[in-house]
């Protein structure tokens, strides 16, 4: 019972000196996308409970990757728990859906999407999205601009024929374009097949000098096994849909020399001291893997520990003009987040402006190889 | 399009066309004795390669617990039948023994696979686990509604599919395998790399083809199935039990579809999921054989996977499309031309 005084009493005296942050965040930890969204939600497990003298509360719901509920939740979150900003959802559909509610409660929202959609055009709704994942444009500009400079002048592309493999397809023609890099052939198959021998002939009677295989998990190993037992010699480039574990067990030595753009995070111990995103990245390394055990760490996470680092360094200077909890606080929040400059996270440095709501230079993503069967980065960027 | 491709996309299909000719022939002979389409038949060769692969990477496999736990639902079945004055005490001691194979088996898999066996134990093990597992499902789920309509067993063979594909997800993962080759041997002939693995498929699909082709030509045991599947009520007249035949048949088609899942988990990475689209795949083959003949689904089954083999390389993005198209213009030419009989 003394106890219970106690913490009221305190919670009492509390409260005026500090203030009470609500973050509120929707995520994908269960269905088709909780690959994801698991990673996320371990992540903001991890994080301080207080910051600057202010003390937060974190409400993390789940929306079963299902569009619909990932609004439910977010209008939930506005308001009936009136958070002063909302971290999620996972993916760009359900993210798309959630910004007429953040806007609508005049809510930060920080999306841990994909597509350049969701910040894009920027309007009055947007004004209140932010995103931490790179754009998907901006990986392929990369693996573009890698190909480039590595002397690739024609380029095949087998993916998988859903939505992962034409998204990758048509970002990858785009940037291909730009980059001078001619596009030979575009194949398609589905993730359960057990033979793309036809795809890969047609791929190497166009002969190209690298294939880029657009899937993600062990299904991506099949391709570059095919491509290898009939003799193709060029380079063989993956998508970021392959880094985890599984894909180098069931990949074993036929994925060796393969490169995949990544966020330097996956790499982090072998980048160079003066990289921006390594500090970051150690820090988020030896938080996330203390608790969930070596090699446990996702690009996925760091998504979600990029979007605790803009929280973190805008938070205090958002409670110095209002108080947390009020609609002032709310629009001083994302004045800051706007603001943010030469903030260093996991995936780069945070340089936002009103019309740039991720905020990462074009050269932030990593170029990744596989060597010894494991992860070994290349360089920065595709510049 | 030269003579080199058109030779690999040959081989391609061929290799294909085995793997389908044995989830047909499976499919044939389910349907044939117990008029059950039997859905799931494509989940048999996913269990039984990541059962196989789970022995090879010294894991024991979720399906030797699953056995297990199918032999005490049944011996517990029968205790509650006999209690009830259903069954004799002779079911009771045959489903004790079945549980005391099965933990055999599940003891062998757990003193031995920790650290990972060598194939060629790794093999008759996949296949103790595996087979059980047939004859269960049999009696869990179809042998109480033997008599039932084709479109009832149906229904339920397809719930029993999703049951299976769920079970899988849990069993295995998300994440599929790949097991090594039983044999690392390839050579070239002119374009064409032949894999000694490549040939096993063909070799053993075209075995399991005639070895059923004179089990229900020539012997007894053969007869007395057909028998049951022209008229139940007829062969238990004159003394052939229905029930046993459809254990024995489904024992066979675990047998069957798990040692497809051996053969081609070299070839493929094979995921909890895999065997849906190549049972779908034998469905069709065994549709171009009437679900009656085994020579003619093989060839059925030829036709498919050549089919899927040219159609992947003209407009990969529509082959299976293409490859299940195939089945309406066989249903046209079959109900015209065919026989027709009333359901009884």
Known sequence: MWKICLAVVLAALASP???????????STTGPAASLGIPERNTLQLLPKSI?????????????????????????????????????????????AMIEVASGAQTPMISLGASARIVDPMDAQRRWVFKTPYHDSMIAETVARHMTATGVKTLAYIGFNDAYGE??????????????????AWEKYNRTDTSVTAQVLKVMTSSPDAVLIGASGTPAVLPQVTLRERGYKGKIYQTSGVINNDFLRVGAKNVEGTLLPSGPVIVVEQLPDDHPAKASGLEYKKLYEGTYGPNSLSTFGANAYDAWLLLKSALPKAAAKAKPGTPEFRQALREEIERTANLPATHGVFNMSAQDHLGFAADSPAMITIRNGTWAFVKAGGS | MNTDIVLILAQDGLVNAAVYALAAIAIVLVYAVTRIVFVPQGEFVAYGALTFAGLLSGVVPTTAWLMLGGAIAICVIDVWKAYRGGVTSKAIVKSLAGIFYALAVVFVAWRFAPGGMSQVLAIPLTLAIMIPLGPQIYRLA????AGASVLMLLIVATAVHFVMVGVGLLAFGA??????PVADFSMTLGPVLVTAQSIWVIVASLAAIVALWLFFGLTLRGRALRAVAVNRV??????IRGKHAGRLTFALAAGIGTTCGILISPVTTIYYDTGFLIGLKGFVAAIIGGLASYPLAAAGALLVGILESYSSFWASAYKEVIVF??????????????????EE
């Open chain 2, 234 to 239: 007829g062969a238990k007249l004159v003394g």
């Open chain 1, 167 to 184: 998204g990758w397809g048509t970002e990858l023609q785009k940037a291909a374009e730009r980059n001078g890099v001619s596009m030979s």
């Open chain 1, 17 to 27: 000196a500090f203030g009470q942050v609500k973050l509120g965040a929707t995520l």
């Open chain 1, 52 to 96: 600057g003298g202010l003390s937060i509360e974190w409400i993390v719901l789940d929306d079963a990757s299902d569009t619909t509920a990932a609004r439910k939740n977010a209008e939930k979150l506005t308001s009936e728990d009136r958070v002063d900003a909302i971290v999620g959802s996972s993916t760009t559909p359900n993210s798309l």
């Open chain 2, 175 to 180: 994440e599929g395998s790949r097991n090594p």
């Open chain 2, 142 to 145: 179809f042998e109480p509604l």
């Open chain 2, 325 to 342: 198209t195939l089945i309406i213009p066989v249903l046209l030419c079959r109900s015209l031309r065919g026989i027709h009989f009333e």
